[in-house]
């Protein structure tokens, strides 16, 4: 396996990742539907952030997995930068398999090489065992997270 920056012709495995997903399922575009250009506006967007990084893991040529990094400044915390983690997802034939694992710990070495004090990160509530596993590699539930549409 290894773990590389997503390209531009990832998307498509990267968006089945993301429907690979009961909750997913119901949030993307549907499965062996084309994408909507959104997908590829969304991904030179972030490609062209510099604070932003989007993985992959491949596996024999195949992407298992992905994540979205994004390094936040803040004048909080002696104006301390942290790293925000986002849409870590591994394909479900893949899971338990160290990939998770390893995609966390690329993005804790990216937070301590843009010297961040905290790498943080969301869950939605109905994500058990998310929880447990980013519970064992040491991420404590400290804040009650809340979204709303605009």
Not at 22 to 29: M, P, T, V, Y
Not at 55 to 82: F, I, N
């Amino acid at each position: 396996m290894i773990l590389r920056r997503a390209r531009r012709e990832d998307v498509p495995a990267i968006v089945g990742l993301l429907q690979d997903d009961f909750l997913g399922a119901a949030r993307e575009a549907p499965k062996g539907a084309p994408l909507p250009e959104s997908y590829y506006a969304a991904f030179d967007e972030i490609e062209a952030d510099p604070r932003a990084e989007l993985v992959v893991a491949e596996e024999d040529g195949a992407v298992v997995g992905t994540m979205h990094l994004t390094v936040l400044p803040h004048l909080s915390a002696k104006g301390s930068r942290s790293l925000q983690l986002e849409n870590v997802h591994v394909a479900s034939s893949r899971r338990s398999k160290g990939i998770g694992k390893a995609l966390i710990e690329w993005a804790l070495e990216r937070a301590r090489l843009q010297g961040c004090a905290r790498v943080q990160l969301t869950s939605n509530k109905l994500r058990k065992d998310a929880h447990r596993f980013y519970a064992r590699l040491g991420f404590v539930a400290s804040h009650e997270g809340m979204k709303r549409a605009p």
